[in-house]
């Protein structure tokens, strides 16, 4: 059974960086779409940065654009989320997820989740 395991979260304040990690107990590589999701207290889960494996082609929503950053490492077949200038509304339970199939942007296309990893920015 694949298993997407996150870690990295933490408390910081804001201005600050975190780097959030996802393990995929598969292969990476042979991945389609990976993406990473958070959910706010009170709030939907939301898509806010997704990759499409075989191309390393980025996609960001517009309130993380220029901050984050998503990556993948083959050698440690590890999902990456990098996120700098961090904000109080970044604050929630972020998610690693993967799609086999559909549009990577489209964030409906995925169906693999973790666990999730906390993140909380204060001000």
């Known amino acids: 059974q694949v298993q997407l395991v996150e870690s990295g979260g933490g408390a910081v304040q804001a201005g600050g960086s975190l780097r959030l990690s996802c393990v995929d107990s598969g292969s990476i590589s042979r991945r389609y779409c990976m993406a990473w999701f958070r959910q706010a207290p009170g709030k939907e889960r939301e898509g806010v940065a997704s990759?499409?494996?075989?191309?390393?082609?980025?996609y960001y929503v517009d309130s993380v654009k220029g901050r984050f950053t998503i990556s993948q490492d083959n050698v440690k077949n590890t999902l990456v989320l990098q996120m700098n200038s961090l904000k109080p509304e970044d604050t929630g339970m972020y998610y690693c997820?993967?799609?086999?199939?559909?549009?990577?942007?489209?964030?409906?296309?995925?169906?693999?989740w973790g666990q999730g990893t906390q993140v909380t920015v204060s001000s």
């Open positions: 997820a993967a799609a086999s199939s559909g549009l990577c942007w489209r964030f409906r296309t995925y169906n693999t």
């Open positions: 990759i499409y494996i075989p191309t390393d082609s980025t």
